[in-house]
């Protein structure tokens, strides 16, 4: 009764909710027939009591069940063992109830979270861009716990304790019907309390998590940078922070515990007043009734209050539940990278044609790449370079579509991108990026990556010969079966990069994009990567972008960017005498080419 009252939204959000309860219907019924039984056992109980006092009183009336042992046998003398049974058929209820609810709710939560990160696996990159991890994470581990007590605890609440007071009800009106009414005169100021309180819970529930994915925000962002906040002293500015995370997430908390507090015992005090009524009108209308009869109508109503007390308070669970699948939902039903393309090719030749491409990231103003256009043909090599920020890395990303370009055409053997299904398309451009991401698991597990795991042993060591890893890797204790860590913190940078160029050589695709993955290289490492590469590019197109690599000087073709615009194209012996950018770039220095 408690849930009816919530704005057809939630209703909405807590009905779709439920349609993940499908799979687990005949566990549910099982567990809603439990707390039937249980619930069954509640008038029993008062009901003894009127054998019981009248028993007390002299009358000695025989059993009259049917059943042919117990017939007969003097009720007082009967209670006790009646009261024991009672108490063994309530127990079996609440096992059945509690222990195939509980079933379900895991399973739900387990489905939740399968559900949740698959998603995460199909979310396009601007997804992430605008969300922090924290709140990712939290919404995996802390939401779906949240959300499985509305959909399971509030359903066995409302249940068991809602038949509790159905039965309860059946067993008054049957026993002094007049009574009874005077008890549903109250019940709407009960009502009326408890939607309150629900509309109040559902705000603060909602402030919680929030708060809640901030504490998870800062704990995640303080273990990946602990290098930086230790050699920055950033110790008392994240503590500080976390503290405040932390504070304000207890003070959201501690106020909904207040809500909670306060609407327990003012439904108490309503429940009981009108208990006190109900004394004085059985005084009043007593009629015909044995003292058996008023105690046990008295017993019956004493019981009430506390499945009503429950069944209010299952209001905030369930708005606490909605305020959690809302987010949940909302993450489900954001859409999945565009994934419209229909044309999958077996090998593309890796000729690339880019015309008037234009792009700006997704909710932003400004144009990081305006109206480039340039060739590669097949097996040829570009080189991109130009200041930080002049959109190198935008472009490379592109090729992969982890964007959708907005005007232009980004053609790979004349067809556009977006034509061609994401995943084919990503299986003829292999990407080394700027960033290296590493798993936490064995050198081999980590060059022979997803599509690759069941690359031969053979293949991966000729990779990792080709990545001039192989010296490394011989000198860690197990080879490449040696583990990493945690984003291959075990690791130095430049063997890192080894690392991820091994797996992008490996991934043999026709279209080989570097992004600066050769900077963390001494002159030696890049000189034999730079010798591996260069054999490797025969019959593949490259895109370099780098700053120190000497293949830039042996590149078909020289972008030179500025401001997401080509201001230069041609090759190092062209650029370098024609005074332009290029020749300025290189006058500066290294550092002024890429990073
Ligand atoms: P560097 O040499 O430093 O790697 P870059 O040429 O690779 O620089 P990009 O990473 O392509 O530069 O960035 C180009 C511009 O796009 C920058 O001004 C940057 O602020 C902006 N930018 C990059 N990533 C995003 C993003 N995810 N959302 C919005 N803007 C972005
Ligand atoms: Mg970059």
Request: with cysteine; hydrophobic share 45%; net charge neutral.
């Amino acid at each position: 009764m408690a849930s009816v009252i919530s704005p057809p939204s939630s209703l909405r959000i807590y009905f779709r909710l439920l349609s993940y309860v499908r799979p687990y219907v005949g566990t549910f019924a099982v567990s809603i027939l439990g707390f039937m039984i249980f619930a069954s056992s509640q008038p029993m109980l008062a009901g003894v009591m009127k054998y019981f006092v009248d028993g007390l009183g002299g009358a000695t009336e025989g059993l009259q069940l049917g059943v042919p042992f117990l017939d007969g046998i003097d009720l007082v003398k009967a209670v006790p063992v009646m009261i024991v049974l009672i108490a063994i058929w309530q127990g079996v209820g609440s096992y059945l109830g509690n222990y195939f609810m509980s079933k379900v709710s895991l399973g739900l939560v387990h489905d939740l979270r399968l559900a949740l990160f698959d998603s995460m696996l199909r979310l396009p990159n601007h997804y992430f861009d605008r969300h922090n991890s924290g709140h990712l994470i939290s919404r995996i581990t802390f939401n779906v716990t949240m959300v499985t007590a509305a959909a399971t605890d509030a359903i066995k609440i409302v249940i068991r304790e809602g038949l509790s007071v159905v039965f309860l009800f059946g067993y008054l009106i049957w026993m002094n019907w007049k009574l009874t009414l005077v008890m549903v005169a109250v019940l709407p100021v009960i009502s009326v309390l408890v939607s309150r309180a629900s509309r109040k819970f559902r705000k603060q529930a909602k402030k919680i998590q929030r708060a809640m994915g901030d504490v998870t925000h800062v704990v995640s962002e303080t273990i990946q940078g602990y290098r930086v906040v230790r050699s920055f002293g950033g110790e008392d500015y994240e503590s500080r922070r976390f503290r405040e995370a932390s504070e304000n997430n207890t003070r959201k908390q501690l106020r909904m515990g207040k809500t909670n507090a306060t609407y327990t015992p003012m439904l108490q005090v309503v429940i009981y007043s009108a208990m006190s009524v109900v004394l004085f009108l059985v005084l009043l209308l007593r009629g015909d009734a044995s003292a058996g009869d008023l105690v046990a109508y008295i017993t019956a109503a004493a019981m009430l209050p506390k499945p009503i007390r429950q069944l209010s308070e299952v209001s905030s669970k369930i708005q606490r539940g909605v305020a959690g699948a809302e987010s949940i939902f909302e993450q489900l039903d954001e859409p999945s990278e565009a994934d419209s393309g229909t044309v999958a090719r077996e090998r593309v030749e890796g000729r690339i044609e880019v015309r008037g491409l234009s792009f700006r990231y997704p909710g932003t103003e400004r144009e990081v790449l305006h109206e480039l256009s340039f060739d590669v043909q097949p097996g040829q090599m570009v080189a991109l370079v130009g200041r930080s920020g002049s959109g190198k890395s935008t472009l490379a990303s592109l090729f992969t579509r982890f964007y959708d370009h907005d005007c232009g055409e980004l053609c790979i053997d004349g067809v556009d991108v977006r034509d061609y299904t994401l995943r084919n398309l990503r299986r003829h451009v292999a990407l080394v990026s700027q960033q290296v991401t590493l798993f936490n698991d064995t050198v081999a597990n980590n060059i022979a990556y997803g599509d690759l795991a069941d690359a031969p042993r053979e293949a991966i060591e000729a990779a990792v010969e080709a990545a001039a890893a192989k010296e490394f890797i011989d000198r860690l204790p197990n080879g490449l079966d040696t583990e990493i860590g945690e984003n291959g913190v075990m690791l130095s940078g430049g063997q890192r990069q080894r690392l991820a160029i091994a797996r992008a050589l490996l991934k043999n695709a026709p279209i080989l994009i570097l992004d600066e993955a050769t900077s963390a290289l001494d002159t030696e490492s890049e000189r034999l990567i730079q010798a591996a590469i260069e054999r490797l590019m025969v019959g593949r197109t490259t895109i370099v972008i780098a700053h120190r690599l000497s293949t830039i000087e042996k590149a078909d073709q020289i972008l030179v960017m500025e401001n997401g615009r080509i201001v230069e194209r041609g090759t190092h012996a062209e650029l370098s005498v024609r005074g332009g950018p290029y020749a300025r770039l290189q006058a500066v220095g290294g550092e002024e080419y890429g990073n």
